[in-house]
């Protein structure tokens, strides 16, 4: 059984960063394709960032680039998303997701069969 934890959120001031991390176990993390998503309340969860098996491409949503990094060390069965220059509409629960059948997954949230529990980040004007 696969297993996602999310760490590294919380309340942070406009224009600051923060780094979440999801931990993976119960599989080969380098057999994951892996995505971060987030969903704010009253609205549908929507694509952050998606990073293939090896690392090797990646995906941002609009208005994620230039702000937020994706990277994975399969070594250490780590995810991780940098945040930077965050804005008060960046307040979401976070959400890492795995898809044990393609390489890459991109944007569709319907390609990812592990979710984990969410990591909470508020950002205040």
């Known amino acids: 059984q696969v297993q996602l934890v999310e760490s590294g959120g919380g309340l942070v001031q406009a224009g600051a960063s923060l780094r979440l991390s999801c931990a993976a176990s119960?599989?080969?993390?380098?057999?994951?394709?892996m995505g971060w998503f987030r969903q704010a309340p009253g609205k549908e969860r929507e694509f952050v960032a998606a990073?293939?098996?090896?690392?090797?491409?990646?995906e941002y949503a609009d208005s994620m680039k230039g702000r937020f990094i994706i990277s994975r060390d399969n070594m250490k069965n780590t995810l991780v998303l940098q945040m930077n220059s965050l804005k008060p509409e960046d307040t979401a629960v976070y959400y890492c997701?795995?898809?044990?059948?393609?390489?890459?997954?991109?944007?569709?949230?319907?390609?990812?069969?592990?979710w984990g529990q969410g990591t909470q980040v508020t950002v205040s004007s």
């Open positions: 997701a795995g898809d044990p059948n393609r390489a890459y997954s991109g944007s569709y949230p319907t390609h990812y069969a592990y």
């Open positions: 119960g599989r080969t993390f380098s057999s994951l394709a």
């Open positions: 990073i293939s098996r090896l690392g090797v491409s990646s």
